[in-house]
């Protein structure tokens, strides 16, 4: 494995040259010809008219191509390699949605055009308002938020309205587990509200007692992930929510991990009353990079008068934009919501249909299972039993040998995979947190699950150097991860 070093260096050489080279291009842009103005320029346009020559570099087209296929080829995508990142549900993208998404009365509408213009467009997202209302036992939907954060901080939202049209002002405490995403209390925060922490069980559950002894009358709503983030389902679920309804209050549910229990159960019949859904997990559009991903909300009867408006509505055979409502909390982003994104996600409910859809969490939930059974003779399992869509493991095992998960995760990198969730969720010393997804094949799991044994033997068998070293075969290896992310150098170095 050590020869990696030396093919680094040689295909680093030839890479260096070509970012230089783009960089660094021909200031001359001789080779891009821009088409020149035919006939007047409206004086109205001629202010905004460019009076100098734009700054293009001046690559041929097959250099500035070259650059950029070289670019992707640097990173790792679901499309090159398995990619079971913990919580983010990286699955595959089927090419059908990207054939439907391409169609031109979906790509190329505008959202201001005339509602009879669109009908076809809003028929479609009007399904999925309805589907995701069906799916999650919540029958009210707003497609508006554009992530999961953002349909947090709009579910919040509601539930800050209807304490305040109750009269209960007073109530601005958010109860979060410790367990939970960043985006739980930060959206919260963003709300006006402030957050208390609730210590999780034992069994990394939330501990009834915690729970209990921390609501009162200021408690507006409990924010929780079911399943969690450490891929257990909280089995005592009717139960906290009937505590945190009688204690007054309202109970969020964060549903970034719908993959696990689409089609199977649904957390409106469980007692929550708000709900959002990261579409971009549970229905395909991987997501990288920060984007594109869209959030939706579901509420019930509680909440339904404070649903963001425009919201798509049918009159018979017609779709239309309704917009008036006296207590709605407003409208929340200027269009109707990522449009390309639930195009997709209509296609990937539909290629499952009604009666399948269970398979996606029914899948996704013996993958993690598959992938738990096969590790956890070599790597520690801080919760027993059976897990949900994902399962965490940690690296006590083999911090004896002086290895963490960061040096698990990075030579993961060399042997062909990307990491998985690292050190989180953060109530696990040493998490490694796995998601495969209902997309990979036996195959697949069983290669990444002989990696990962491969690394423990390496580990046992004291070859730390490589571990520490790793990972030795991608163009950039170990990065200062806060300095990457505060300053970042997004040009080639000068
Ligand atoms: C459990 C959980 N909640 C919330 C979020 C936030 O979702 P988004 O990234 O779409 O804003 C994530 C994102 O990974 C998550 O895993």
Redesign the pocket.
């Known amino acids: 494995m050590n020869n990696n070093t030396s093919k680094y260096s040689a295909t680093q050489g030839i890479q260096h040259e070509e970012a230089l080279l783009f960089e660094h291009a021909h200031e001359a842009p001789e080779s891009i010809h821009l088409p020149g103005v035919e006939g007047a320029v409206p004086e109205a346009l001629q202010a905004f008219m460019r009076q100098q020559p734009a700054n293009i570099p001046g690559l041929s087209e097959p250099e500035a191509v070259r650059h950029f296929v070289r670019l992707s080829q640097w990173n790792h995508g679901i499309e090159t390699g398995f990619y079971p990142l913990g919580?983010?549900?990286m699955k595959y993208n089927p090419r059908v949605n990207e054939q439907v998404a391409r169609l031109p009365g979906l790509a190329h509408i505008h959202p201001d055009q005339p509602e009879d213009t669109v009908q076809g467009a809003l028929e479609l997202l009007y399904e999925v308002q309805q589907w995701l209302g069906e799916i999650s036992g919540l029958p009210y939907v707003t497609l508006q938020p554009a992530?999961?954060?953002?349909?947090?901080l709009a579910g919040l939202m509601m539930i800050r309205a209807c304490l305040d049209a109750r009269g209960d002002t007073k109530r601005r405490t958010v109860l979060v587990p410790d367990s939970?995403?960043g985006?739980?209390p930060a959206s919260a925060a963003l709300c006006g509200m402030h957050t208390v922490e609730l210590k999780s069980g034992a069994d990394g559950r939330i501990d009834l007692a915690e729970l209990k002894a921390h609501l009162n009358n200021e408690t507006a709503a409990l924010m929780m992930?079911n399943p969690n983030?450490a891929g257990a389902f909280e089995s005592d679920i009717k139960e906290i929510c009937q505590l945190v309804h009688d204690a007054g209050g309202l109970v969020y549910g964060?549903g970034?991990?719908l993959n696990a229990l689409v089609g199977v159960a649904r957390p409106g019949d469980m007692g929550l009353d708000c709900l959002?859904i990261?579409v971009?997990?549970t229905f395909a559009t991987p997501?990288g990079g920060g984007g594109p991903?869209a959030?939706p909300v579901a509420v019930n009867d509680t909440l339904k008068p404070y649903l963001p408006v425009p919201r798509i509505v049918k009159d018979g055979e017609n779709y239309y934009l309704e917009s008036t409502s006296d207590t709605s909390i407003g409208s929340i982003l200027s269009t109707l919501g990522q449009s390309g994104v639930y195009v997709r996600a209509n296609a990937y409910i539909s290629a499952y249909g009604r009666q399948s859809l269970y398979k996606i969490a029914e899948d996704a939930v013996l993958n993690a299972n598959y992938v738990l059974h096969r590790l956890k003779d070599v790597y520690h399992v801080p919760f027993e039993g059976v897990c949900k869509h994902e399962c965490l493991l940690t690296d006590e095992l083999q911090n004896k040998h002086g290895i963490k998960t960061l040096d698990i995760a990075k030579r993961l990198i060399d042997l062909g995979f990307h990491p998985m969730t690292v050190y989180f969720p953060l109530i696990v010393h040493g998490a490694m947190l796995i998601e495969p997804t209902e997309t990979e094949s036996r195959e697949t799991l069983d290669s990444f699950c002989d990696a990962m044994l491969e690394i423990a033997a390496q580990c046992e068998a004291g070859e730390t150097d490589l571990l520490h070293d790793a990972p030795l075969s991608p163009i950039r290896r170990r990065l200062d991860e806060t300095q990457a992310a505060r300053k970042p150098v997004l040009v080639w170095p000068q």
Do not use: L, P, R, Y
């Not at 992530?147 to 947090?152: I, Q, S």
């Open positions: 919580s983010c549900t992530a999961g954060a953002h349909g947090e939970a995403h985006t739980n992930t983030t964060d970034a991990n959002h990261n971009h997990k997501h991903g959030g």
